[in-house]
């Protein structure tokens, strides 16, 4: 069984730090890497995607992937309070052709304190 | 542009019965995905359409489920016999083939 894992948090930071959030995978063949932001009662809305090993950033949002680790992580710098949601890591899975399936983690609730 | 519609935002119904719940895609969105997720929990992969293929229906809970696709476009999806457990919030997705997912607003179910 493939599996995306995520500590479910709550990971409570103060407003203007930085938020790290993490994900592990078992799918060693994954070539797709995803950060959905999904606030209480709304739909996930992707945060940022990643491919290939390293780092990628998108304003206050860096990912991080190391396919070697099975491991992708994402950085939000300058945390706000509207930044307080779950986010959802989700993977693609190789043993569905063309990278059409994603497997899904729990996610990790973010609390940023004013 | 407009984004993923689904509709109704919220539907109520008497176990037993049968719902039908609608997704409108991004126009030009050849794959199209439903989900379930149930209050506090994780997505569940429901079934997938791409194109013209055979759906992958590997994640339908039980044969009470069904879905399809209209001309590569609007789907339904198909709950008979409603059961408590059928309560969750239905998420439709929508994407170019390979490129990350744009969900809707959300069907919120709950079976009385």
């Known amino acids: 069984q493939k599996e995306v894992e995520q500590n479910s948090g709550p990971l409570s930071v103060p407003e203007g730090a930085i938020a790290s959030l993490n994900c592990t995978y078992s799918?060693?063949?994954?070539?797709?890497f995803f950060w959905y932001r999904q606030y209480s009662g709304k739909s996930p809305e992707l945060i940022m995607s990643i491919y290939s090993n390293g780092d990628k950033e998108d304003g206050r949002f860096t990912a991080q992937l190391n396919k070697a680790s099975q491991y992708v992580s994402l950085l939000i710098r300058d945390s706000q309070p509207s930044d307080s949601a779950t986010y959802l890591c989700?993977?693609?899975?190789?043993?569905?052709?063309?990278?059409?399936?994603?497997?899904w983690g729990l996610g990790t609730s973010l609390a940023v304190n004013p | 542009g407009a984004g993923v519609s689904q509709s109704p935002s919220n539907k109520v119904t008497e176990k037993g019965k049968d719902v039908e719940l609608r997704c409108d895609p991004i126009s030009g969105h050849t794959a199209l995905y439903w989900y379930r997720q149930s209050l506090g929990q994780g997505l569940e992969f429901l079934i997938y359409f791409q194109g013209n293929s055979a759906p992958d229906k590997s994640g339908l809970p039980s044969d009470r489920f069904s879905a399809e696709r209209t001309g590569g476009s609007v789907s339904t999806l198909t709950i008979q016999r409603t059961q408590q457990e059928d309560s969750a919030v239905y998420l439709c997705?929508?994407?170019?083939?390979?490129?990350?997912?744009?969900f809707g607003n959300g069907t919120r179910l709950t079976v009385t």
């Open positions: 799918d060693r063949v994954s070539q797709s």
């Open positions: 997705a929508s994407s170019p083939t390979g490129s990350p997912l744009h």
């Open positions: 989700a993977v693609t899975d190789s043993n569905a052709g063309n990278n059409r399936k994603l497997i």
